[in-house]
Structure formats: C-alpha cells, structure tokens
C-alpha cells in the first residue's frame, strides 16, 4: 500500500517593488480611515475656499467704494459731473499732493505747468491710478512720488503667506505623522515582524511613498479650491499671474516633501517612545517652520527671496513667491530644482542610512553620530 508525500503550499516573499506598494497601500488606508485626518482635511480645504471668496467679495466691495482726490481751484471744474470721486479742494498744488503722500486721497489733479495737451495732471503715490484715470474724460500724464514694484504690497503679502501656510501645515502634518508611525510600530514590535517579510528599505520606501501620495493629494485639491474659487468670484487677473507659480510649487513640494518625510522617519526611528520624539523632529521642525517666517517678515526684499529659493528646505515657497512677482529668470526654477533633487537624494541616503542602523534599537535616545555608523 502506497502512501503519497504531504504536499507544502510555499508562500512567496513579495519583491521589492510589490513590498513597497504594500507598505505605500498600509499608510494611504490607515489615513482614509482615519476620522481625524478626514475632518482636517475637509476644514483646511473650507478654509481655503473661504479665503478666496472673501478676498473676491472684498476686492469687489473695494471696487464700489468712492475714489477720493485731491484738487485745486484750476482743476476742479476737470472732475465736475464725474460720479466715483470723493473730491477735496486743496488750496494749492503743494497741498493736493500733501494729502497724497500722508494718504489722505488716492490722487491729485494739479495744474500742469508743462503746458501741452491737458490743462492739469495727475500726482499719486506708488503706482499709476488706473481707476483714476478710468473716470476721467481725458487721459493726462501721471507723475508718481515713489515709484513701486508691479505687484501690490497686500497682494503680495497674501500670495507669500499663502505658499508658506500651504507648505508649513502638509510638511509638520505629514512629517509628523510618519515619525509617529515609526515610533508606534517600534514600541509595540510590529516592526519586528515586518521587517522579517520586507526589507528595511522597502518599509521607509513605502512610508515615504504613502504620506507624499496623501501630501499631493491635499495640494492638489487646495490648487483646485483656489482655481475655482478665483474663476467664480471674478479674480481673474490674480489667477493668471498664479498659475504657473502654482504648477512650479507643486513640483517643489513634491521633491521637498520627500527630503523631509526620509528625515522625518529617521527621526522617528532614533527613538523608542513618543514622549522622546520631540528631541530628534524639533530641528525638522524648525527647517519647516523658517520659510513661513521668513516670507512673513521679508517677502519684500529681494535678496532674502532669492537666497529662500536656492535652499532646498525653503525653496517650495521662495521659487514660486518670486516667479509671481516676476523676478526670477526662466532658468532659475530649473537650476533650484537640480540643487533641490541632489539634496533630496542626500537626505534619503542619510536617512535610509540612520533608519536601518536604529530601527531595532530600544531603549535610550540613539545619537547621531551612532545612528550613521554601519
């Protein structure tokens, strides 16, 4: 009587590619079916969209409001009849553009001691008053006292904040998240039994993946928040000046975001409970929170703009600020990029290196300089 050999069903180790997915799979999931992460999201894309029908309302409120001029006993009959000014008669020429530069009025029509075509022109402060000029029956020339840039200082103040909200808040939200993640699973010794059916690399691969996938997506619907928001309440001149800064913030982010999230996991992997992790992220945090910062207090000048978009960790926000501005050359964008893709193939090398070398380490605090040695 013959007996037939037990046969052994082999289970397959998955390849690399398919592990990382697997991983990349665990993190996007874990996230969707977090309630927490949901609601968030939800509330910063309302937020945004509030943002932007408010500054429309705002800027169409503007638009209804009186335009207040200055003028003298010369000009004053040039405005009369005119609906939209708001008209004070100065004593003379010295005094209309007094009320000028103290901002009083928004302009002044004085007498045009040149002579030529018009009897008068107009003064006003930074910028040529196009609405000014709009209400007038003839176009005169237009002296301004202190010339300024293209770009209107609020518009520009509200365009800088917005890159740096944007990039502080999916950096220190997802740079955190994946830290905590690798902390988690080191106390709990779930890392132990992953990294017996995928290779280390493929774990911090599929984290870094995952979190950058979740980054775009809320990006990617804050652009689309934005665009429509802009399209519906009539901004169109703001939207075409932001449209390719915005395609240029997003392929910055994309880039900075996984420099960031392969230090982050590092981080993470240094420690071995949440209460530590603090120690190890606060100098991430620090690189995340100094673009913010900076563009609050110098998105006016220049030479701190142009620094911000050559350094890898503020460049997401410096490159994009001065392409709307208008003051960065056509291949200024691609040489940032190429220093921001080297340094990012560096930080995942340091990273990938400080991961493997602490991951199964519990205890204290692993230092540095330990965590880079082999």
Not at 69 to 75: G, L, N
Not at 111 to 138: C, I, M, N, R
Not at 210 to 237: C, D, F, P, R, W
Request: glycine letters at 8%; one cysteine or more.
């Amino acid at each position: 009587m013959s007996t037939s050999a037990p046969t052994h069903t082999r289970r397959s180790t998955p390849g690399e590619l398919q592990s990382v997915w697997l991983v990349a799979e665990r993190e996007i999931g874990s996230k969707l079916r977090s309630k927490s992460f949901i609601i968030s999201s939800a509330f910063l894309l309302i937020i945004a969209l509030a943002a932007v029908i408010w500054g429309g309302i705002a800027a169409n409120n503007a638009g209804d409001d009186r335009i207040a001029i200055a003028v003298t006993s010369q000009t004053q009959s040039d405005v009369s009849g005119i609906e939209g000014f708001d008209v004070t008669v100065a004593d003379d020429a010295d005094a209309a553009t007094a009320l000028v530069q103290d901002g009083t009025v928004e302009a002044a029509l004085v007498p045009d001691a040149a002579g030529g075509a018009f009897s008068y022109k107009v003064v006003a402060d930074d910028s040529s008053p196009a609405d000014v000029l709009g209400l007038l029956a003839q176009t005169p020339s237009v002296e301004l006292l202190n010339p300024a840039d293209a770009v209107d200082g609020a518009l520009r103040y509200l365009v800088a904040i917005g890159f740096g909200v944007v990039f502080f808040m999916a950096a220190t939200t997802f740079g955190a998240t994946i830290s905590q993640s690798v902390v988690e699973e080191k106390q709990t010794r779930v890392v132990e039994i992953l990294i017996s059916a995928i290779p280390v690399r493929s774990l911090l691969a599929g984290k870094v993946i995952g979190n950058t996938v979740l980054a775009m997506g809320q990006i990617v619907g804050l652009a689309a928040i934005s665009i429509v928001g802009l399209s519906v309440t009539g901004q169109s001149e703001l939207l075409s000046g932001l449209g390719a800064p915005l395609v240029w913030f997003a392929v910055f982010f994309l880039f900075g975001f996984v420099l960031l999230a392969a230090l982050f996991a590092a981080a993470g992997a240094m420690v071995s409970r949440q209460e530590d992790i603090g120690s190890t992220t606060t100098p991430l945090m620090l690189l995340v929170m100094a673009p913010y910062f900076l563009v609050i207090f110098f998105n006016d000048n220049p030479v701190v703009l142009t620094v911000m978009s050559y350094v890898p960790f503020s460049a997401p926000v410096g490159m994009p600020l001065r392409l709307y501005l208008g003051d960065a050359q056509w291949w200024e964008p691609l040489l940032s990029l190429v220093v921001l893709l080297a340094t990012c193939a560096a930080a995942i090398w340091v990273g990938a290196r400080i991961y493997q070398n602490t991951l199964l380490r519990m205890g204290a605090r692993v230092k540095l300089t330990e965590a880079l040695r082999s």
